[in-house]
Nanobody, 123 residues
Framework: QVQLVESGGGLVQAGGSLRLSCAAS????????MGWFRQAPGKEREFVAA????????RYADSVKGRFAISRDNVKTTVYLQMNSLKPEDTAVYYC????????????????WGQGTQVTVSS
């Protein structure tokens, strides 16, 4: 299927920025879209953003709208999550996933998942 590897996580101060990357390999375009999710300790997985490979159409959770930007590079088969104005509540393990836009956004379901990368925002 599709193999996904996240990178770019780390420790940043509130108000700072971080850029996450998710490199896809294998049958990259067998899934129409890519998404980012996050999970904080003691909480369920939360949808963050998604992008369509073909059109570049994007979708964001209200909690990150205006602060985060998802993008994709079809040549590098990589999706990015630019995170600005970070808040302590953004602290979580961030996962990328491959799937249909509908499944990612509404069902929080993906065909493939990455291993996750830790993002910690200090106050």
């Amino acid at each position: 299927q599709v193999q996904l590897v996240e990178s770019g996580g780390g420790l940043v101060q509130a108000g700072g920025s971080l850029r996450l990357s998710c490199a896809a390999s294998g049958r990259t375009f067998s899934s129409s879209s890519m998404g980012w999710f996050r999970q904080a300790p003691g909480k369920e997985r939360e949808f963050v953003a998604a992008v369509s490979w073909s059109s570049g159409s994007t979708r964001y959770a209200d909690s990150v709208k205006g602060r985060f930007a998802i993008s994709r590079d079809n040549v590098k088969t990589t999706v990015y999550l630019q995170m600005n104005s970070l808040k302590p509540e953004d602290t979580a393990v961030y996962y990328c996933a491959a799937g249909s836009m509908v499944a990612l956004v509404t069902l929080r379901a993906g065909d493939s998942w990455g291993q996750g990368t830790q993002v910690t925002v200090s106050s």
